[in-house]
């Protein structure tokens, strides 16, 4: 096995809920946890890479299973001799645990209990608060009480947020997400969980039959961050991704990547009117 910035199969290390990868924006490991082993999403993005993914939320999480997995491949990690085996030479460095799955990991009933879990193990490996721990989410169940209790939880492991935005209105939602979650909600969620956890906005943008962000759709994208910075949300800043990886949605066909230089363009204007620091990753 190794792991290279275009693989992200979840089964590599031939565990259940774990896998290493390799991220392409920080040049180092990230060690994923997929509470999603059913291949189940409440949205549908049509650039998602989840091969046979369905509708619905996480199963039931073996919690014991979930502690050893993530204990053996935390070793592994630390380990330079399997390092020097699976990685490439210039990412040979563990970069953060990342819960991020093969759908949205906040649907899971045992969120809190899964991030008890990582506390533990984070700790037994002396690892609290050293390693950078990251919820990537839709940020569609931020509304949820236990949701709120387990993104509290993750700011005092010193975790932080990627919260999803890839569209401004509701239209460029419902066709790039499949989601109807509504501007107002989003914006609430997006308030709501920059106040109880470091977020950073991850956006995508790329070609859906010409760019997903542009003209109006830009400006009301523009307008929803502006929006929650006036209503008290401190944003870390914004994580601008180009379409770097294949669909496995009916999609996959109509999109294309953006030129890197008209990425960079998009991630200079959204800096300009945001005020917030743009990191664009092509
Ligand atoms: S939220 Fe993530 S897992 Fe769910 S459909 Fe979108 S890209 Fe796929």
Redesign the pocket.
């Known amino acids: 096995m190794k792991l290279t910035t275009d693989d992200h199969g979840r089964d590599k290390a031939g565990m259940r809920y774990v896998y290493p990868v390799v991220s392409r924006r920080a040049r180092g490991v990230s060690i994923g946890i997929n509470l999603n082993t059913d291949n189940a ?1 409440n ?3 049509v650039y ?1 890479q ?1 091969p046979g ?1 369905v509708r619905g939320g996480a199963p039931e999480v073996d919690l014991a299973r979930l502690e050893h997995e993530l204990t053996t491949m935390l070793a592994r990690a630390r380990d330079p001799q399997w390092m020097e085996r699976h990685v490439p030479q210039d990412a040979r460095r563990l970069n953060d645990v990342a819960l991020s799955g ?3 990991s906040t649907t899971s009933a045992q969120f809190e209990a899964v991030l008890e879990v990582m506390a533990k193990v984070l700790a037994a490996a002396d690892l609290l608060g050293k390693l950078r721990v990251v919820l990537i989410t ?1 940020g569609s169940m931020v509304a949820h009480a236990r949701v709120q209790r387990g993104l509290a939880r993750l700011a005092e492991l010193g975790g932080e947020v990627w919260f ?1 935005l890839d569209a401004g209105t509701d239209e460029g939602r419902a066709r790039l ?1 499949d989601t109807s979650m509504s501007r107002e909600r989003v914006l609430d969620a997006l308030v709501t969980c920059a106040g109880l956890a470091p977020t950073w906005v991850q956006t995508m943008a790329l070609d859906f039959e010409g760019p997903t962000l542009s003209g109006d759709e830009e400006r009301s994208y523009v307008e929803l961050l502006l929006l929650a910075r006036e209503r008290g949300a401190h944003l870390r800043g914004v994580l601008l991704y180009g379409f770097a990886r294949a669909s496995h949605q009916p999609e996959a066909a109509r999109l294309r990547a953006l030129e890197p230089a008209e990425l960079q363009a998009l991630g200079g204007r959204i800096a300009q009117a945001t005020g917030l620091i743009v990191q664009t990753t092509p």
């Open positions: 999403c949205w549908r993005c998602c989840v993914l093969n759908g949205e839709n999803k997400n």
